[in-house]
């Protein structure tokens, strides 16, 4: 047999015994795959956790973690045990054992970031902004994004199950935190959610719309059914795509009765009229795929959901390698049957260079996973740039690799660029982390960040 660069073996999937922890050991299987439960017992600060791991963790972890709620958190730390389970799941032993694997586990290092993790140079990079993507101000009507011909995303709802540290909605979604307040929608839910059905109405050249938020787990599930049924009596509506990271965080939800008899309905009228109604999740570790995950993805796949995908983020010392991104994929496909479908670099917002791999690094990931995975499940490297939206890392028009700035060109117009006669032909940038350039990029950035207010597009080549 040859041997590979990376070894494909199948694994089987294993539910951390969550009574390893001490908080948990009297927890019930009734109370564990109670979504109610893992709601109620959701961890939210570092005296929750305390409570949890029991001794298991240092103090000066602890500290490092509230020191990073109070001074570079951009979102709020919320995990429903499900999740937190899934971290470590095989430490068990002295504190600064524990600890330690605590400090290096890919799913920790993603959703309980600390302070010692972030670039103490650069901890945002000076064009980094609160809504990266600039979605607002894209919204045709409040939260619903117009940013493709064709597509839409709709945020019904400003919260999740789970926060995730590098969440690219970090200013409309979840608690105000220490340094980051929040985005409030002004409209009351139910005015909003008429208001983007009569826009989708109005707007036959729309046939695609993500449902999304936040996570559509944490809106009430009639609410979720009321809304996707409006939309499958639109005409122009042919795909419709549920998002929600709870199928991986929070699959007790899926799992509820009521909510798969309600996907059930949703499923057989949308098959009905021809419609494509799709769940998309975010899993960023193989270890997250648990027997529950894989549980709630067939019960979905049963109720008729033609297909349930994965759209990961890249995140350094998460799954920034071509072992853990194929491990993931085949655990995925393999053992869930979920396909795998992106992966995005983590967007610019405050507090994210620690995570944020270079254009050149995500290229080469992308490289290096061809050729393992079937065609249709080979998921794509993208990175989400400003103004412009997904495009796959090896379309980028220009890239100066010195200052770390990637030029990216589209063949479509947002509404703000209607009337402009040169959008499609502009360059739009997007930024590497400035720590991994070379010293001279870094130099010059160090001289340009007092300038930094200066708007996202000016600088080019011609400012050097
Ligand atoms: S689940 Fe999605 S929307 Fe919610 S915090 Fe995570 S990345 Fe953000």
């Known amino acids: 047999m040859v041997e590979q660069p ?7 999937l294993a539910e951390p ?25 959701s961890v939210k600060n ?14 000066a972890f ?12 951009t979102m709020s730390m919320l995990l429903p045990p499900q999740m937190l389970n899934t971290i470590a799941p095989s430490v068990a032993g002295p504190a600064a054992e524990f600890t330690d694997a605590w400090y290096a586990d890919p799913v920790r290092r993603y959703m309980l970031p600390v302070f010692s993790d972030r670039q103490p140079e650069w901890p945002s990079h000076p064009y980094a ?7 607002a101000e894209m919204w045709a009507v409040e939260g619903l994004t117009h940013r493709y011909p064709t597509k839409v995303l709709a945020e019904l709802v400003p919260t999740c199950p789970q926060y995730c540290g590098h969440c690219t909605r970090m ?8 340094s980051f307040d929040k985005h409030r929608f002004t409209g009351a839910r139910d005015d909003r959610l008429s208001a983007m059905l009569g826009y989708l109405r109005s707007t036959p050249t729309v046939r695609d719309v993500v449902v999304s938020g936040g996570d559509v787990a944490n809106l009430p599930w009639p609410r979720v059914e009321a809304f996707v049924s409006a939309l499958l009596e639109i005409e122009s509506i042919r795909d419709i795509r549920l998002a929600s990271k709870a199928l991986m965080g929070l699959p007790q939800h899926w799992l509820a009765p009521d909510v798969l008899a309600g996907v059930t309905r949703l499923a057989a009228v949308a098959r009905a009229r021809g419609v494509s109604l799709a769940v998309h999740t975010h899993v960023n570790a193989a270890q997250s795929v648990t027997p529950l995950v894989a549980r709630a993805t067939r019960a979905l796949l049963d109720a008729g959901v033609r297909d349930v995908r994965n759209q990961g983020v890249l995140l350094r010392g998460v799954n920034d390698s071509p072992g853990a991104l194929l491990d993931l994929c085949f655990c995925l496909l393999d053992e869930a049957g979920v396909t795998p479908y992106y992966f995005y670099q983590c967007d610019m917002i405050p507090g994210a260079e620690h995570w944020r791999l270079s254009v050149r690094e995500a290229q080469a990931l992308q490289s290096a996973i061809m050729g393992y995975l079937p ?16 495009r796959w890392v090896h379309q980028v028009a220009r890239y100066d690799t010195e200052l770390g700035i990637s030029y990216w060109t589209k063949g479509y117009l947002t509404a703000l660029e209607a009337g402009d006669p040169v959008a499609l032909e502009r360059e ?11 010293a001279s990029g870094q130099a010059w950035w160090r001289d340009q960040a007092p300038r930094s207010s200066r708007r996202l597009q000016t600088v080019s080549r011609g400012d050097r």
């Open 171 to 178: 200013d409309l979604v979840g608690n105000p935190t220490p």
């Open 428 to 438: 739009y940038p997007c930024y590497d982390p400035v720590h991994l350039l070379p």
């Open 46 to 59: 570092a005296r929750q956790l305390r409570d949890v791991v029991g001794g298991g963790l240092s103090e």
């Open 17 to 41: 015994d969550w009574r390893r922890l001490p908080g948990w050991a009297d927890v019930t299987r009734a109370e564990w795959e109670s979504a109610q439960w893992q709601r109620a017992h």
């Open 62 to 73: 602890l500290a490092d973690l509230e020191r990073d709620q109070r001074e570079r958190a």
């Open 129 to 135: 902004t609160r809504d990266s993507l600039h979605e």
């Open 6 to 12: 990376y070894q494909y073996r199948r694994r089987e």
């Open 375 to 390: 065609g249709f499940a080979t998921p794509r490297v993208v990175c989400d740039v400003p103004y412009v939206g997904k």
